[in-house]
T-cell receptor, first 110, second 113 residues
Framework: RKEVEQDPGPFNVPEGATVAFNCTYS??????FFWYRQDCRKEPKLLMS???SGNEDGRFTAQLNRASQYISLLIRDSKLSDSATYLC???????????FGAGTRLFVKA | GAGVSQSPRYKVAKRGQDVALRCDPI?????LFWYQQALGQGPEFLTY????????KSGLPSDRFFAERPEGSVSTLKIQRTQQEDSAVYLC???????????FGPGTRLLVL
């Protein structure tokens, strides 16, 4: 079993839809959590950090449940430009060993 | 400002050849990471440097893989006697001291024939 697991999708949604991605991690010593976005044949880029209190950035909301070792990302009012792979990322205690999930692919259609 | 740069962007090697991949991190970024990304997968951690010190190399898949950062800036990932399974995108990332956001370079696409 991988340390960080994501539903690979793909998720095919129409513009304007709300879509949610989930991620689970198995190492309870994980300390920091992120969502990165990766466009086709490009490098990953930070989308947002994830905190237990939840955080929101425009149409994007991320949530962490430490007890269940579960991370989520909600995208509201999907745009065509949201089409990408979303990578769940966990950093282990100690601050540098970074574990990526395999990614969830999203296609937003007109 | 300049981001993380990597060279070459593409490399085709014959099985058994040695290759060297270069990463120029963002100026002032103390932390430097190397990852291997296979098609359809997320990046897999290979190794981590803090300045010139290699603090973790647990992700290097075999002793054919070697990384260095002798002056704490530019880093080189070397793969000896390349095998077909080494074909992947090799990503480099850097970050500021005590900051966890990693900035990635465009990657080197390695194809071993």
């Amino acid at each position: 079993r991988k340390e960080v697991e994501q539903d690979p999708g793909p998720f095919n949604v129409p513009e304007g839809a709300t879509v949610a991605f989930n991620c689970t991690y198995s190492n309870s010593a994980s300390q920091s959590f992120f969502w990165y976005r990766q466009d086709c044949r490009k490098e990953p880029k930070l989308l947002m950090s994830v905190y237990s209190s939840g955080n929101e950035d425009g149409r994007f909301t991320a949530q962490l449940n430490r007890a269940s070792q579960y991370i989520s990302l909600l995208i509201r009012d999907s745009k065509l430009s949201d089409s990408a792979t979303y990578l769940c990322v966990v950093i282990r205690l100690g601050g540098f060993k970074t574990i990526f999930g395999a990614g969830t692919r999203l296609f937003v259609k007109a | 400002g300049a981001g993380v740069s990597q060279s070459p962007r593409y490399k085709v090697a014959k099985r058994g050849q040695d290759v060297a991949l270069r990463c120029d991190p963002i100026s002032g970024h103390v932390s430097l990471f190397w990852y291997q990304q296979a098609l359809g997968q997320g990046p897999e951690f290979l190794t981590y440097f803090q300045n010139e010190a290699q603090l973790d190399k647990s992700g290097l898949p075999s002793d054919r893989f070697f990384a260095e950062r002798p002056e704490g800036s530019v880093s080189t990932l070397k793969i000896q006697r390349t095998q077909q399974e080494d074909s992947a995108v090799y990503l480099c990332a850097s970050s500021l001291p005590r900051k966890e956001t990693q900035y990635f370079g465009p990657g080197t696409r390695l194809l071993v024939l």
